[in-house]
Structures are given as structure tokens and as C-alpha cells.
């Protein structure tokens, strides 16, 4: 079995779906965790004690540890500091705290962007930039954030949230680098799981075989101690789980100091988005191998 006894994790968003299975597996499991959840409505507004409250009782009854907090992640820093005042250590942080304002974008007005931005990135950087100078401290530390497919792959109505969702695995990646010398490991989840905001698209009955609690297991493997895999981003529903990563094609390399360099580039389109060929850059010093070779080995 694995256990985080002695671990505190912070969980965002933890009073319902998906952050609250995270939050009850990671107690049953021995992890002293933050329950934090502003209690917004599915839109973003509002706040309501109570859904974070009654995880903390939740976990309390089955003999786990927790406490609430009810701040929202715009306010990143508190969250840490109040972690810090009332279990003193912070090891593990699920960024998962988030709303849909799904909209065209010719409709989207500027606060349609800008309240997803301060929750979805703003919040979790705030979190993350807190709670990193413990971790590096204690040579320990596990992220994950919560990315969507709509940000992976585009969705209709969903210019603000895919944007944010894919800018935090970009978090998440850079992350990974700076972290890895303290033993501090990031990765990313898109995660699929009924709740009510994939109940505003999908019905409860094509929803059941998604349940929250099938997700928390990757979740939890991810912050374990002895799981070493970070930069990472996984697809995982239902219990289906898998990775992703970047794909490069062969590419063409082309003389485009000339008159006619429009026309190469479209001629070569076949060459350039030929994916029979291809390679699978894990970091930037793969990505760069082809500007490298170019510059002569330099
Ligand atoms: P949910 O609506 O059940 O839970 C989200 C929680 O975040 C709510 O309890 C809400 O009160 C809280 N929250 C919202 N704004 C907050 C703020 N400023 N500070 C603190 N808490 C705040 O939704 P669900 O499905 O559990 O979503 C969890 C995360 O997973 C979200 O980031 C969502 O975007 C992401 N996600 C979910 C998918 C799914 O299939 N359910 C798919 C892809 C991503």
C-alpha cells in the first residue's frame, strides 16, 4: 500500500468532483490534507462554505485529518500561509480549482477572459510561487495541475478556459526542470469525470461509468514519494490512463535566403506536416537538436 503519512497536502477546489475525491483518497491514505474551495457556482460566482466543510467532515469521520480553508486561489499565497500556520509543512499541491464560462468568442467579453485567467493560472501560480521556496527547503514537493482536453485540443466556446487549461501544463513543464534538482516533481492531469460541469453537456446516465474517485488514484500516484516521473501530462478517466507527448515531424530543411522563399515553404508543405518521419523531443535540448545541427554543432 502506498501511504503520505506525514505528508499535508493542499487540494484547490476540493469541496466537490474531481478535487474532492482527490482530497478523501489522499486522507485515507494518511496525508494531512487543506480542504480549499471557495464554493463558487459551475460559472465562477458565489461562494459557499459549506461543500469544503463537509469534506473536512467527511475525512474526520473516517478517522482522516483536515482542515478548511475557504479563500479563493486568487489569493494563493494565504492558502499556503494557512497550510503552513495550522499543519507546519506543505509537501503535495493539486491545482485543481476551476469554472466553465463557455462562450464564441466573438461573444466573449474581457471579464468572460480575465475571471478564468485569475483563477485557472493566476490562482495556481500564486499557490505554487508559495508554497515552492518549503518544498525546495525540504528537498520534497509534488504538483499536479489540472489541464482539460479543450486546451489540448480546441473546443468550441472555450477560448478562455483551453487557453488557460494548456498554459498550465506550460506551468507545469518548466516547472519540472527547476524542480527536479530538490526532488520536487510536476506534472499535469486532463482529467475526464462527471460532475457538474460535465453535466451541462452530458447526461447523469452517460456520465456513470466516469466517476471523480477513478481519476484521484493517478493523482496520488503522481504525489507519491516514490514515484519519479515528472513534466509529465496524462489523459485519465473511468479508469483509463495515458500519456502524451510532443511529436515532431521530419521536417524539411530549406534554402530560404532566396527570392522564391514563399514558394519553397509551399512546396515543401508535404515534407513539413509528413508525419511518417517524426521524432519525440523530451526536453528543449532534443527540441533544439535541429537548430543546433544548423548552427554547426555549436
Ligand atoms: P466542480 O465544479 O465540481 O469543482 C470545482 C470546484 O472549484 C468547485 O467546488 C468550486 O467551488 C471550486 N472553485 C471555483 N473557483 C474557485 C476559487 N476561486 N477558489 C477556490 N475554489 C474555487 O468541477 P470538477 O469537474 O470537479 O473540476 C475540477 C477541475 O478539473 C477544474 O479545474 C476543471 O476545469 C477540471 N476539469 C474537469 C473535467 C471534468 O471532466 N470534470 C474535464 C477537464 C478539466
Redesign the pocket.
Same mark, same amino acid.
Given at each position: 500500500m502506498l501511504h503520505f503519512d506525514g505528508k499535508v497536502a493542499l487540494i484547490?477546489?476540493a469541496?466537490? /468532483?474531481?478535487?474532492r475525491a482527490h482530497a478523501l483518497l489522499l486522507a485515507s491514505r494518511g496525508a494531512r490534507v487543506v480542504v480549499?474551495?471557495?464554493? &463558487?457556482s459551475?460559472a465562477?460566482t458565489g461562494a459557499d462554505a459549506s461543500?469544503a466543510q463537509s469534506v473536512v467532515d467527511e475525512i474526520r469521520a473516517a478517522g482522516g485529518e483536515a482542515v478548511v480553508n475557504g479563500?479563493?486561489?486568487?489569493d494563493g499565497g494565504r492558502i499556503v500561509e494557512a497550510a503552513l500556520d495550522h499543519f507546519g509543512r506543505i509537501d503535495l499541491v493539486v491545482n485543481?480549482?476551476?469554472?466553465?464560462r463557455d462562450v464564441a468568442f466573438h461573444k466573449m467579453t474581457a471579464a468572460d477572459w480575465d475571471d478564468l485567467y485569475q483563477?485557472?493560472l493566476l /490562482?495556481a501560480f500564486r499557490i505554487v510561487h508559495a508554497a515552492w521556496p518549503r518544498m525546495r527547503e525540504q528537498g520534497y514537493g509534488r504538483v499536479v495541475n &489540472?489541464?482539460?482536453?479543450?486546451g489540448i485540443y480546441g473546443n468550441f466556446g472555450q477560448v478562455n478556459y483551453g487557453s488557460f487549461?494548456l498554459a498550465l501544463h506550460g506551468m507545469t513543464q518548466p516547472l519540472a526542470v527547476e524542480g527536479k534538482a530538490k526532488n520536487i516533481h510536476v506534472n499535469t492531469i486532463?482529467?475526464?469525470?462527471d460532475?457538474?460541469?460535465?453535466r451541462t453537456v452530458m447526461t447523469a446516465e452517460q456520465l456513470a461509468p466516469m466517476r471523480?474517485e477513478l481519476v484521484s488514484p493517478l493523482v496520488a500516484w503522481l504525489c507519491h514519494e516514490t514515484c519519479t516521473e515528472t513534466g509529465g501530462l496524462f489523459e485519465v478517466?473511468g479508469g483509463f490512463i495515458a500519456k502524451l507527448r510532443w511529436e515532431r515531424s521530419g521536417g524539411a530543411y530549406l534554402d530560404l535566403t532566396g527570392g522564391n522563399a514563399v514558394e519553397q515553404v509551399a512546396e515543401a508543405w508535404g515534407t513539413i506536416t509528413d508525419f511518417s518521419k517524426c521524432d519525440h523531443p523530451a526536453g528543449f535540448g532534443e527540441a533544439m537538436a535541429p537548430f543546433v545541427k544548423l548552427m554547426g554543432g555549436a
Open positions: 484547490t477546489g469541496g466537490r /468532483g474531481l478535487g480549499n474551495d471557495l464554493g &463558487t459551475g465562477g461543500p479563500d479563493s486561489v486568487v485543481n480549482a476551476g469554472f466553465l483563477v485557472h /490562482g &489540472t489541464s482539460s482536453a479543450a487549461k486532463a482529467p475526464a469525470a460532475s457538474r460541469l460535465t471523480a478517466g
